[in-house]
T-cell receptor, first 116, second 115 residues
């Protein structure tokens, strides 16, 4: 069972809607990630938070807005999306330590987004 | 930039036969290499990693991978495949020149284990 929980599992929204995806982990990890994945393709990194600060933004359009309210929670706010934004959105977390990043990511099961 | 290549799109194997999923890498410096698996309608799951040490790395669900520096390969193997191993497998490398917390994923291999 995954220790990274994502809600909702499925979301259908119109292009004018505002919605949010939520992610929660209780493993004490201090790095959290949003990935976008199209069917049968590798995940594409969108954002990384490290110690609750945004450390990586992979030039993601502003219609996607991440938020990290605390070390256990990660949100992705969605507004004015396009049909091509339809995809599986994966949240992940990883440890950060003085020894550095180990590269082991713990993924949630994803939120499948359909934009009409 | 660091990258990995997975040359095959799909690997078909009969249940009980050995399974190999190929991955080659291109990095500057020492590679940090990973294998992840994605079962249908699930997120990715970490299988194993190579950072340093023994070239043969053992991971979850009976999988192992062999790091071969001369061939720049990191192939995933399982001695006897199960139907439940049917999934999408991704090789990945730590994308160090672009900073921490980045993995560069290969395109993925669909593994189909035939009963």
């Amino acid at each position: 069972d995954t220790e990274v929980t994502q809600t909702p599992k499925h979301l259908v929204m119109g292009m004018t809607n505002k919605k949010s995806l939520k992610c929660e982990q209780h493993m004490g990890h201090r790095a959290m990630y949003w990935y976008k994945q199209k069917a049968k393709k590798p995940p594409e990194l969108m954002f990384v938070y490290s110690y609750e600060k945004l450390s990586i933004n992979e030039s993601v359009p502003s219609r996607f807005s991440p938020e990290c309210p605390n070390s256990s929670l990660l949100n992705l706010h969605l507004h004015a999306l396009q049909p091509e934004d339809s995809a599986l959105y994966l949240c992940a977390s990883s440890q950060e330590s003085s020894a550095g990043w180990t590269g082991e990511l713990f993924f949630g099961e994803g939120s499948r987004l359909t934009v009409l | 930039a660091q990258s990995v290549a997975q040359p095959e799109d799909q690997v078909n194997v009969a249940e009980g036969n050995p399974l190999t999923v190929k991955c080659t890498y291109s990095v500057s410096g020492n590679p940090y290499l990973f294998w992840y698996v994605q079962y249908p309608n699930r997120g990715l799951q970490f299988l194993l990693k190579y950072i340093t040490g023994d070239n043969l790395v053992k991971g979850s669900y009976g999988f192992e991978a062999e790091f071969n520096k001369s061939q720049t390969s990191f192939h995933l193997k399982k001695p006897s495949a199960l139907v439940s191993d049917s999934a999408l497998y991704f090789c990945a490398v730590r994308d160090m020149p672009r900073g921490n917390n980045r993995l560069a994923f290969g395109k993925g291999n669909q593994v189909v284990v035939i009963p």
